[in-house]
């Protein structure tokens, strides 16, 4: 199958979170099948190639309207391991990808509606024997490549001048369009802006089926990028089943639970992978000792080299609590505070890992830092580290994620593949991976963590207790812990057939075989 994933991020080339991990393991899953992927992606300037050769140009031009004028693109191709991506660059007097960064500017709204209608041109400008099979969008930065390749065909010429899309209700009489599958990576970041966006991309008069889709579901006036995406797309999944239920039945819809349901014939959840040749203890360059199941004794050496780096006492007879995670409100930043706070007085040592981007959780957790910068229990390194997260998932024992909703979570997968124990929520993905220790119906060889459902301190308090508990008085039970969780298959093999499984899906809703 032909595959042409559209998406903001792809890891390693351009990483905010597990989108970028995401979309790079399963366009890699899906090639080393066999089948031929194309991730499209902008050329930002803050492209990670280290190690990559340069994308080289392609003799393929694109024109994308942009208020009032054309924005010229050229695209650029480079080939990673099961995949290729292909990079849409405008020219340099049109930065909307040289920030530095790949989200945060004031118009980021403009920004990924060049993207999406250069996503459109680029398909039309691919000859019959280059058209995908599937189009498979990701996230709200590319529900407009949904919503407009609906409403205007997707095989129109393009206007040499203008680049613009063509008459509106032509997709109905077009050639069998193309199918697309649309994945919620985060149904918190819906892409709500006001509707002048449409006017600047050309879009004079909007169609009414088109209009319908846009509106948001709670401000006049705005336009709802994903709500557009859900209701073109022909399947649309999020990526876990458990939150695939939670935003049609809970307040975790964010304001689209109505509408998830209206299009629940065809919403599916399906989990997230990791990489396991980069998320492998046994060959991970990033640690000093490796180690597998027949091994874990060794794990102890990555224990005794990341207290050594951070500073903490030698002290292998404190368990060891990691946090990892971007310091988000969505990660449970007071439950995370609270948690450090347990963890010490109960006797552990603690190491944090994360980035906050809001101001005021920053604020909090330098504060926090700057207390305990004499200690020799607790360690907080505030920043991106990609060889520490390494190190940390090796060599702790515990690993805290209390979120207030996961759609997925990688945390915890790459936790357990290292034999590193999670206690979390039991939330989104984080309750279909993880199976709590005490649960006496699952099967003792199924049980990996702990979990917790009030997102409350006590509750915190019971889960990382009862952890805590088992570590000191039963290492022979909490070794079996380690064991189950590094069994335990979460590659990119299983979700890769499951989306195969739902491009068939795809096609079929549209008259393809
Ligand atoms: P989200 O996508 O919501 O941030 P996930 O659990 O899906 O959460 O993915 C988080 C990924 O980012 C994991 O691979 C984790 O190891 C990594 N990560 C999070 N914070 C940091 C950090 N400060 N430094 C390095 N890696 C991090």
Known sequence: MRILMISSECAPLAKAGGLGDAV??????????????????????????????????????????????????????????GYVCRLIAPRPQDPFFARARIYGEPDDAERFAVFACAA????????????????????????????????????????????????????????????????????????????????????????????????????????????????????????????????????????????????????????????????????????????????????????????QRLGLADDPGRPLVAVISRLDWQKGVDLILHGIEYALRAGAQVALLGAALDPEIAGRFALLQARYADSTQVRLVL??????????????????????????????????RYGTVPIARRVGGLADTIQDANDSIAPRSARTGYLFDEPTPEALEDALGRALWLWREHPREFAQLRCNGMRMDWSWRKPAQRYLELYRYARQTRGCR
């Open 24 to 81: 790079a393991g399963l366009a890699r899953a899906l090639g080393h099948l066999g089948h031929r992927v194309e991730v499209l992606l902008p050329a930002y300037d803050c492209l990670n190639l280290t190690g990559l050769p340069e994308p080289k140009p392609l003799e393929i031009h694109l024109r994308v309207p942009f208020a009032g004028r054309a924005i010229d693109c050229q695209v650029l191709d480079l080939s990673l391991d």
């Open 383 to 416: 920043g991106h580290d990609e060889s520490l997260a390494h190190l940390i998932y090796a060599g702790a024992d515990l690993i805290l994620i209390p979120s207030l909703y996961e759609p997925c979570g990688l945390t915890q997968l790459i936790a357990m």
């Open 120 to 307: 459109i041109a680029y398909v039309r400008a691919l000859g019959a024997g280059a058209r995908p099979d599937i189009l498979h969008c990701h996230d709200w930065q590319t529900g407009l490549v949904l919503a407009l390749s609906r409403e205007y065909r997707q095989d129109a010429p393009v206007s040499q001048n203008t680049g613009a899309l063509g008459k509106p209700g032509m997709s109905e009489t077009s050639a069998t369009p193309i199918p697309i599958c649309y994945t919620l990576h985060n149904i918190g970041y819906q892409g709500r802006f006001r509707a002048d966006l449409l006017t600047k991309l050309g879009v004079q008069s909007v169609p009414r089926r088109l209009a319908h889709w846009l509106a948001d579901h709670s401000e006049a006036g705005l336009i709802n990028l994903m709500k557009a995406g859900i209701a073109a797309a022909d399947a649309v999944n999020t990526v876990s089943p458990r939150y695939a239920w939670e935003v049609q039945y809970t307040e975790q819809g964010m304001g689209l639970e109505a509408w998830l349901r209206r299009y629940a014939f065809k919403f599916a959840g399906i989990l997230n992978g990791i990489d396991d040749s980069v998320w492998d203890p046994a060959r991970d360059p990033f640690i000093p000792v490796h180690f597998d199941l027949r091994t874990l004794g060794r794990k102890e050496g990555n224990g005794q080299a990341l207290r």
